[in-house]
């Protein structure tokens, strides 16, 4: 067995598992504090309509529909980000874009458990034949109470 520690690196910590509400809610949290940040939600986008050409410098405007309105906005930009998954919406309605795709013939299995005693933040992994399982340390309130578990199945 392999020990590989923060220190090995030449750090204090060699990483961390945070659970997605608690992080998705401080995101939320500091932009609504954000004077500079304009939050349309929860809204419903009608149409995108890109520019006419690549070279074209006028802005990709979206047409959107604020849930506590009858009545559609349309909003102009010079930047569309399309963070809206793996079937984006954004990206389908803007057109063709070149992507590429790997199947790696695994699939992982994750979840957060309550244990009964400290893992002193200490991440554990062993190799078996089939794929890797670990025991991750997660950030939380108390984190000597909860780890994330991840597994994952190699397929031939």
């Keep these: 067995d392999t020990i590989q520690t923060s220190t090995s690196f030449g750090g204090n910590i060699l990483g961390a598992v945070v659970e997605d509400e608690p992080m998705v809610s401080y995101l939320w949290e500091k932009m609504r504090a954000n004077g500079d940040i304009d939050l349309i939600s929860p809204a419903t986008i009608q149409k995108i309509t ?4 690549q070279d074209d410098t006028s802005k990709v405007e979206i047409v959107y529909k604020c849930a506590e309105s009858d009545e559609s906005q349309t909003l102009s930009t010079n930047l569309l980000i399309a963070a809206d998954g793996g079937n984006s919406m954004v990206r389908k309605s803007l057109g063709t874009f070149p992507t590429v795709s790997y199947s790696y013939d695994r699939q992982a299995v994750t979840c ?11 991440a554990f992994q062993r190799f078996q034949p089939n794929g890797p399982i670990a025991l991750l340390p997660v950030w939380h309130e108390d984190p000597h ?12």
């Design 50 to 53: 890109p520019p006419v050409d």
């Design 112 to 122: 957060t458990v309550e244990i009964d005693s400290s893992m002193n933040q200490t």
């Design 145 to 156: 109470t909860r780890t994330g578990v991840c597994g994952e199945k190699t397929y031939a």
